[in-house]
């Protein structure tokens, strides 16, 4: 069985119904990006997902991340079904750590030894900002 290129699995995602991709733009530069991801299944159909946040680092520091996180926020906030939006973050990645507390995220787990890279390891926190009490 052949598999889907990594680019045509990434373009099959952006297109699916439930996902919602934002980007930052300078002049016609690609400098952020960030994929909200609404849960299909009838039972999960309440949350989404926040995926792929990533801004240029030439670009940080300057309130991209917080435009890209507003949008998905906003966005979300238009979808009736959706009372909730989860994120993951690596717990030694301060700045997006911070912002996402910024923007009302708050912790509900962290998973120890999530990731490992070339023999080190990193755990990952688990994050939740509800939209409707």
């Known amino acids: 069985m052949k598999r889907e290129s990594p680019v045509e699995t990434v373009l099959k ?62 966005h979300a906030k238009t979808i009736e079904s959706l009372e909730k939006i989860n994120l993951e973050v690596i717990t030694t990645n301060d700045t997006a750590r911070n912002l996402y507390i910024k923007m009302g995220f708050k912790t509900y787990g962290l998973e120890e030894r999530a990731l490992k890279i070339k023999n080190e390891y990193y755990d990952s926190e688990y994050m939740v900002l509800f939209l409707k009490k």
Do not use: C, P, W
Request: proline share 0%; glycine share 10%; aromatic share 10%.
């Open 13 to 74: 995602n952006i297109s699916s119904e439930g996902t919602f991709t934002f980007g930052a733009f300078n002049d016609k530069e690609l400098i952020g990006v960030v994929t909200l991801v609404q849960e299909s299944t009838s039972k999960l159909h309440h949350r989404a997902n926040i995926f792929a946040m990533y801004v240029s680092s030439k670009f940080r520091g300057l309130g991209v991340g917080k435009a890209l996180i507003s949008a998905a926020i906003n």
